[in-house]
């Protein structure tokens, strides 16, 4: 099944380094290998049909790199959130020019403070969306979020998180009702009707593997993972995200896909 023509993406800068991270995979990424790890997660994305917008480096915003935060698109609008992390917040005023090439100005909506979301606790099950109440997103975010997409017909529903940063840095969506679910997910009512792939601790980072029109991107060095998804019936890239991961950051992260 086609779903996305589209994937923006943003070459991480030199002030990634300082990016933030919670530590729990320890290290300063490598630039030069972040880079190289970039040109290869667009390559990666290349081979599921889609095009990608590359845009340019931001060195203001050293986690800037990680598009999927500022905006979400769906089907029918883009909404650009309102970032929670302070050093985050200016990245939703640069990623509008990027969603205008594909929205109109009447369908793109806004998160206003003092609403706050980050489009990484948002999870995309066709025309339902699951939020992630979060350190970033809160209840007045998930709010406006509701009313914007109830104006074009689509459903949103809170799931309250505990230990992850973003919802979807332990919960994805792969499509025809699979999706893979790790720690303090993998019990959730929310879920309960989804056919779920459970992933053990050791690969819960793994969790955060995107679906791109039937292929699934798996980041390099989970086997348990891979075989899972293969299991599933899926064609399967991997691509390594080992300097990303320093900043708590997965494949989904990376790009905005629709
Ligand atoms: C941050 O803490 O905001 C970045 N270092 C990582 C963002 C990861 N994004 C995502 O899960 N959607």
Request: aromatic share 8%; proline share 4%; charged share 30%.
């Amino acid at each position: 099944m086609k779903k996305f023509n589209h994937v923006i993406v943003r070459r991480p800068c030199k002030a990634m380094v300082e990016g933030i991270t919670s530590g729990l995979y320890p290290g300063k990424p490598d630039y030069e290998l972040a880079l190289k790890e970039h040109d290869d997660y667009i390559e990666a994305l290349k081979k599921c049909d889609v095009d990608v917008t590359v845009l340019e480096a931001d060195e203001r915003y050293p986690d800037s790199c990680f598009v999927e935060d500022p905006a979400l698109i769906t089907r029918a609008c883009a909404i650009i959130t309102n970032p929670g992390a302070e050093s985050r917040n200016g990245e939703k005023d640069e990623i509008i020019g990027a969603v205008r090439k594909f929205f109109d100005d009447d369908h793109i909506e806004y998160i206003k403070a003092p609403g706050t979301l980050e489009g990484g606790d948002v999870m995309m099950c066709g025309d339902h969306f699951y939020v992630g109440r979060s350190a970033r997103t809160n209840e007045e975010g998930i709010r406006q979020l509701t009313e914007i997409l109830a104006k074009y017909g689509m459903t949103c529903s809170e799931v309250k998180l505990e230990e992850v940063l973003h919802l979807k840095t332990g919960v994805n969506y792969l499509e025809d009702n699979n999706m893979l679910v790790s720690g303090e997910f993998v019990d959730k009512e929310d879920f309960a009707s989804y056919n779920k792939v459970v992933i053990p601790e050791e690969e819960a980072y793994a969790a955060n593997c995107i679906w791109v029109n039937d292929t699934v991107i798996v980041p390099e060095g989970y086997p348990a993972v891979l075989k899972a998804v293969q299991d599933l019936g899926y064609k399967t890239l991997t691509v390594d995200t080992s300097e990303y991961r320093k900043l708590d950051g997965g494949l989904s992260c990376l790009s905005l896909r629709f």
